[in-house]
């Protein structure tokens, strides 16, 4: 099984920038997600990054701001979060799943973060 830690997030402004990371342990896994939660919301898909850290995909919401990348020297994934909106504000959850299932719904996922949260003020 796979454990996931998560650090960053915090307070930011608006048109600011924080960075979260992500770093699996034990188990394997094909896909590394982040996801975001708002109170009474489900989780909605962000960006996804593939184990090998070939292919990299992001929900239309964020594209062109936000960047998912792998540090395989580190094994940490990071999400880079660029020209925030207050929007953007949530509790930020990476998870992985197997090879099977959609990236971009939670249900694929088997193995989650504890969760980071993210303000963006305006």
């Known amino acids: 099984q796979v454990q996931l830690v998560q650090s960053g997030g915090g307070l930011a402004q608006a048109g600011d920038s924080l960075r979260l990371s992500c770093a699996p342990s034990?188990?394997?896994?094909?896909?590394l997600g982040w996801f975001r939660q708002t109170p009474g919301t489900g989780r909605e898909f962000v960006a996804a990054?593939?184990?090998?850290?070939?292919?990299?995909y992001y929900d239309d919401s964020v594209k062109g701001r936000f960047t998912i990348s792998r540090d395989n020297a580190k094994n940490t994934v990071y999400l880079q979060m660029n020209s925030l909106k207050p929007e953007d504000a949530a509790v930020y959850f990476c998870?992985?799943?197997?090879?099977?299932?959609?990236?971009?719904?939670?249900?694929?996922?088997?193995?989650w973060g504890q969760g980071t949260q993210v303000y963006v003020s305006s």
């Open positions: 998870a992985t799943k197997p090879d099977r299932g959609s990236r971009y719904s939670p249900g694929s996922y088997d193995a």
């Open positions: 034990g188990g394997t896994f094909y896909t």
């Open positions: 990054i593939t184990r090998s850290g070939d292919s990299a």
